[in-house]
């Protein structure tokens, strides 16, 4: 009889937050297919879970699913957990799922806690609809199409962001959507769990907004006209390098492109990259 593919949730932070049927099926499973053996063997040690583990992350899913199926099918179950919070959501394990679905085996998802919704339900803001938008792209002309998606959203959004990127990120909606109301969840769970509520304007204000792991939560259209603030010279100075960079667009494409996306005329794109280079920004 072919085994079941166990979707399990894991602690975002504090390892408490964990079910005892979570645990009872990381006890039983044959493997537990993680994103990060070494993360998870803090979880493991934690409950005394003996179970061997085997990574399964982006940049081997596609080699090692075909044997993690192959299990399967011979009678193992097999638990995929990330590396915290609820696999699939903005983590490896689709590929290795869809095979399963495919082959018709068994699967079963094991609920527990999500980084979205802890941070949504603290949020203060409508759950009703609610968007979640993953990681921002890096990639200029992908990250355009990202924002115009927000932009386009009703209710909440919610999404993840790295510290050393959130200042662009958050410079990049009010420039788009106003200075909306926003809540930067972070550390969610841990020690230092800490919520900066407040405009865009206010949460830029703090003094340690680039430390620990973000949830940005937004009140998608709930802030003044775009037009009020307009992208600053080191913005358009980094977005302009992005685009000629990363995208390898032409100066005169990447002028004509950041003119469009912001409202204004390609000269002052133009003048506000010079700016910024020789203020060294």
């Not at 079910?19 to 803090?42: F, G, P, V, W």
Request: glycine content about 6%; proline content about 7%.
């Amino acid at each position: 009889m072919p085994g079941t593919l166990f979707i399990v949730a894991t602690p975002i932070g504090n390892l408490e937050d964990i079910t005892a049927r979570a645990l009872r099926i990381l006890r039983e499973d044959a493997s537990i297919a993680a994103e990060d053996t070494r993360r998870t063997a803090h979880l493991l040690t934690r409950y005394a879970i003996t179970t061997p583990t085997t990574s399964l992350h982006e940049h081997n899913e596609t080699r090692k699913a075909p044997a993690l199926l192959a299990r399967l099918q011979s009678g193992d179950s097999i638990a995929l957990v990330s590396d915290a919070g609820t696999p699939l959501i903005s983590d490896p394990g689709q590929h290795l799922i869809r095979l399963a679905i495919d082959t018709g085996l068994r699967i079963e998802a094991v609920p527990g806690p999500s980084a979205i919704m802890t941070a949504l339900a603290a949020s203060g803001f409508p759950t009703q609809p609610f968007v979640f938008l993953g990681f921002p792209p890096t990639r200029s002309k992908d990250r355009i199409k990202w924002l115009a998606v927000l932009k386009s959203s009703q209710g909440t959004a919610v999404f993840f962001e790295a510290p050393h990127r959130i200042r662009r990120t958050l410079g990049d909606v009010r420039a788009i959507l106003g200075d909306i109301p926003t809540v930067i969840a972070r550390e969610l769970t841990k020690i230092h769990e800490t919520f900066i509520r407040g405009p865009i304007s206010a949460v830029l204000e703090d003094v340690n907004l680039e430390i620990g792991e973000l949830t940005v939560v937004m009140n998608v259209g709930q802030g003044e006209p775009a037009a009020a603030t307009p992208p600053s010279d080191k913005m358009l100075a980094d977005e302009f390098g992005d685009m000629t960079v990363l995208n390898r667009m032409t100066r005169r494409q990447a002028v004509q492109e950041l003119a469009k996306k912001h409202g204004t005329r390609p000269n002052d794109v133009y003048a506000a990259v010079e700016r910024a280079r020789k203020c060294g920004k």
